[in-house]
């Protein structure tokens, strides 16, 4: 007699079947799918650490010196794209590098990815996809706040909305590049020192609180910061929401963001892959 | 599934030498050996998540080097200490990992409710991973790695760190699965457990493999059936002639303070072994004495116990 498994955990398997197809997009469709759930559980504390700091700024110079007269009305102007580089940039170098510290650190919890039938890479292009809508929606939440905070700035347009989104997302794109490969490449007890070391210059000389035009007065720094990928993003910001104040050119703009994302991004899968092949 | 000879240089380290293996479809496979043998990098190697610098391994035919998306549609795998997603519950954890497999979320999910009834942990489907115990989370990577539907299983020392009452269900649930017609390769170093639930079983040591049989003929290739360690207040040198000429003893062997030595009869040469060491001058302070076993052999073969 023979006994049929009922008591089984799952359909009997029959090794003749064909494996079925699995088609790598469904498969990073899923993966996206997985990092937006759980960016939606966490959307309050993803704000608050991502925008935190440029918000606290954006009070403090472009609400209270304003007002107590130790700042022109036109620092407002260059202020606001500036705080919108930020927090995009923070919020998508944020988004990719916690993980990947915390994941190949400790917990091994994207071991469960990396068994995915796809090739790892993949896996790893995923992140940084993810880390760019979270850059996007830092951007989306601080506009308003920040319009909000600062009252009517004369020069700010949304005419050129087309050129706004392709900023945020090149920008998005090289940070969340650049977390990816903070993220895998750094030790997990030094990601402390990679905020204060890498994050914290970048913001600084980044041409964020003051326009890149200004650096004029000290002309070694106006060619140096030009490696900073963060000038970047907040002069495309400017050009795009200011246009009418002096900003860099877009086209230089686009050129640069584009360079920094390929090689971040190549820097990025490629140490992503070491850390996940032993 | 072939894998035959990985060798794995990392570094300065050789992790496997000459690991020649075949694992037969439907088969319950046991790697035993103890911490450091090179169960785990064996296990990575056929998981895809170790690149073999030399030699080949097969699963289902897909060569884990080149194929390793191949291998990877094949595959479960249950890791040594569970890493279950916490950023997700606990059918959100199957629902996506099936659907890293390309499977629809409306199979994923009845499927996922199946597999969490089974395996007793149902009422944990809404609940965050961090509230389940350790057992309760080995069962949901259980669950993880079969929600594909996997021809092959591998585990890795699934039951480390579990309390004995947990382990023995976790025991129950291997061997339902086995007598599905799965295949599954487990590693551990508990004697007991590769005894009771492998069919064959590989014992392993510095990344080389001793011993590859069933646990019953392995069992009978011991040595000199009982074996009675005795550790000394002496050099047990001076014992080892005296001991080998006590009748029923088949061999001795002296290492450290600790005189090993094979009996034909039980336990009945111990009170002689005894006499015969106070005659050489050296006290007796411990006697340990074992059957026939996979521990015996693999003693044997090693000089060492295995945990």
Known sequence: MTTTAATGYARPI?????????????????????????????????????????????????????????????????????????????????????????????????????????????????KIVAGMIQGVIAAAFVLPVARIVMGPIPALTLTHGGQVLLVVLLGSAAFSSLGMWLGTAIAPQQIGLMFSVIVAPMLFFGCAYYPWRGLDVVPVMKYLVLVNPMVYVAEGMRGALTPSVPHMSLVVVGVALLITVATFWTLGIRSFYKRAIG | ????????????????????????????????????????????ILTTRVKPTSGTALVGGADVAHQDVAVRQRIGVVPQRPNPDRGLNVLENLVFHAAYFGIPSSVATSRANALLEQLAILDKAGAKVEEMSGGQQQRLMIARALIHEPRVIFLDEPTVGLDPQTRLSLWEILRRLHAEGRTIVMTTHYMEEADKLCDRIAIVDRGQLLELDTPAALKQRAPGGTMIELTLGGDPASVVEAARAVDGVSKVEAQGKVLRVYSDRGGRVISPVIQAAEDGGVTVTNISLSEPSLETLFVARTGRKLD
Not at chain 1, 28 to 40: C, G, Q, S
Not at chain 1, 94 to 123: C, N, Y
Not at chain 2, 23 to 43: D, M, Q, R, S, Y
């Open chain 1, 14 to 126: 029959d090794s003749s079947a064909p494996l079925p197809s699995v088609s790598a997009w469904s498969v990073f469709v899923a993966l996206l799918r997985r990092d937006m759930i759980v960016a939606r559980k966490e959307i309050v504390f993803f704000l608050i650490r991502t925008t935190m700091q440029p918000l606290l700024f954006l009070i403090v110079f472009g609400f209270l010196l304003p007002r107590m007269n130790f700042v022109g009305k036109g620092y407002q102007t260059a202020l606001l794209p500036g705080i919108l580089a930020i927090s995009l940039s923070l919020a998508a170098i944020q988004s990719v590098a916690l993980p990947m510290v915390q994941d190949f650190g400790w917990t091994k919890e994207i071991e469960d990815r990396l068994l995915a039938p796809v090739p790892t890479r993949l896996i790893a292009a995923e």
């Open chain 2, 1 to 44: 599934m072939a894998p035959g000879g990985p060798g794995a240089p990392r570094g300065e380290i050789v992790a496997l030498q000459g690991l020649d293996l075949e694992v037969h479809e439907g088969e319950f496979f046991g790697l035993l050996g103890p911490n450091g043998a090179g169960k785990t990098t064996t296990i990575g």
